[in-house]
Nanobody
Framework: VQLQASGGGLVQAGASLRLSCVAS????????VGWFRQAPGKEREFVAA????????HYSSFAKGRFTISRDNTKNTVFLQMDSLNPEDTAVYYC???????????????????WGQGTLVTVSS
């Protein structure tokens, strides 16, 4: 599976962005997909994940209520809608996927075997 993340950019605080993660290769219908982010000088952290069925989503505390993860399996794409952005959201955002993730592994980056290249989100104050 190859992943391509896009949709990042420079926005002002309070704005919205929608990130896309397009998969090529096999269908990701049976894969769980997660979003992570990494700010300069900080470790990569979990943002959100969506199970293969799309019925179950999980968010970090900072993302809950502001970010929404969704998927369109017909387009082999997962989205991350980000609203009410603030400067602390500035980071490179990565999508990742794996087929055999369980609930307890969703928030752990090294449990994902396939990663996109990342897209930069910069939020100015």
């Amino acid at each position: 599976v190859q992943l391509q993340a896009s949709g990042g950019g420079l926005v002002q605080a309070g704005a919205s962005l929608r990130l896309s993660c397009v998969a090529s290769g096999p269908s990701i219908r049976s894969y769980t997909v997660g979003w992570f982010r990494q700010a300069p000088g900080k470790e990569r952290e979990f943002v959100a994940a969506i199970f293969r069925s799309g019925s179950s989503t999980h968010y970090s505390s900072f993302a809950k209520g502001r970010f929404t993860i969704s998927r369109d399996n017909t387009k082999n794409t997962v989205f991350l809608q980000m609203d009410s952005l603030n400067p602390e959201d500035t980071a490179v955002y990565y999508c990742a996927t794996d087929r055999s993730l369980i609930l307890s592994s969703l928030r752990i980056a090294n449990q994902y075997n396939y990663w996109g290249q990342g897209t930069l989100v910069t939020v100015s104050s």
